[in-house]
């Protein structure tokens, strides 16, 4: 069971806790006027959400603005929002699905689109060919990190071609729990196991402040010693070498190899930057992207 806060006016970036240089790089593919933007990660890491905050961000009084989901899990005041039902029929072969509201929204002149899922090779290349004809178009795909996105639209059966020439940029995410501002407190003796991977990553700790959980907690956090959640990061941002790259290469390691000599960070690393900020703790890092 998931409970939801349908309120889309709660959903902002600046809630999931982006470093500067990926909130960066996020607005800055969101300002392209047309090409395909995908949110990554597993049921529960928070992707329809940086959706509603991402066209939250975005929108303005003069952009149309329609999006498919299932179901809508967030109320965007000024955007046109459709639930798809693949149980409704609306034809021997003709369901209501993402791809058929797809169509339908092709029809109607959008500028930004958002589809809750691609689940398969239609919507796929549906929601690319509107990338290509002067459209926005935001969606989620169920992979590990982001150079896995590529990899997947592949294997879906869409030419990579495509894939490489409208993506503009993936972005992978999890949830971690963060430390009770409260009653954490400093961690004078981090880990070996910390110290080698900051090391083995070149994530600068020197001015860091590692902070752990307080014993017992307190009455804020409920003894636990955590309280709430923000999300780690990965994201790759497309480039015209990065293009002609994954035309050739559909296979994940080669091309995260290849975007991170382009300064891509790890879903690992981005929580290991977060845990030399005393927001969480290296074993939430471990659970959630190891």
């Known amino acids: 069971m998931r409970i939801l806060d349908r309120s889309g006016a709660s959903a902002k970036l600046e809630h999931l806790g982006f470093l500067p240089d990926v909130m960066e790089k996020f607005l800055q593919s969101l300002a392209k006027p047309y090409g395909l933007i995908l949110v990554c990660g597993p049921t529960g890491s928070g992707k329809s959400y940086t959706l509603s905050a991402a066209i939250t961000a975005i929108k303005n009084s003069e952009d149309k603005i329609l999006t498919a989901e299932n179901p809508v899990e967030y109320n965007l005041d000024g955007v046109v929002q459709v639930q798809v039902n693949p149980d409704l029929k609306m034809g021997p072969d003709k369901v209501f ?73 993936v972005l992978a995410q999890r949830l971690i729990g963060t430390l009770c501002g409260n009653c954490k407190e400093e961690d004078k003796n981090p880990s070996a196991e910390l110290l080698k991977q900051l090391e083995l990553h070149k994530i600068d700790y020197k001015n860091a402040t590692f902070m752990k959980i307080h014993p017992g907690g307190c009455s804020k956090c409920g003894g636990r010693g955590m309280k709430g959640r923000t999300a780690i990061h990965e994201i790759l941002v497309m480039n015209e070498d990065l293009r002609r790259f994954c035309i050739k290469e559909v296979s994940v390691g080669p091309i995260k190899e290849k975007a991170m000599s382009y300064g891509m960070r790890s879903l690992f690393q981005d ?16 659970a959630a992207a190891s």
């Open 97 to 169: 699905d993402f791809s058929t509201a797809l169509r339908s929204f092709l029809r109607q002149d959008p500028d930004i689109i958002m589809v809750g899922e691609i689940r398969d090779k239609e919507t796929a290349q549906i929601a690319m060919e509107a990338s290509m004809t002067g459209h926005l178009v935001l969606s989620t795909l169920h992979t590990n990190d982001a150079p896995s996105a590529i990899s997947r639209l592949s294997e879906m059966g869409v030419h990579t071609f495509l894939v490489a020439n409208t993506v503009e940029c």
């Open 271 to 286: 929580g290991l930057i977060k845990v030399t900020m005393g927001l969480t703790t290296y074993e939430e890092i471990m």
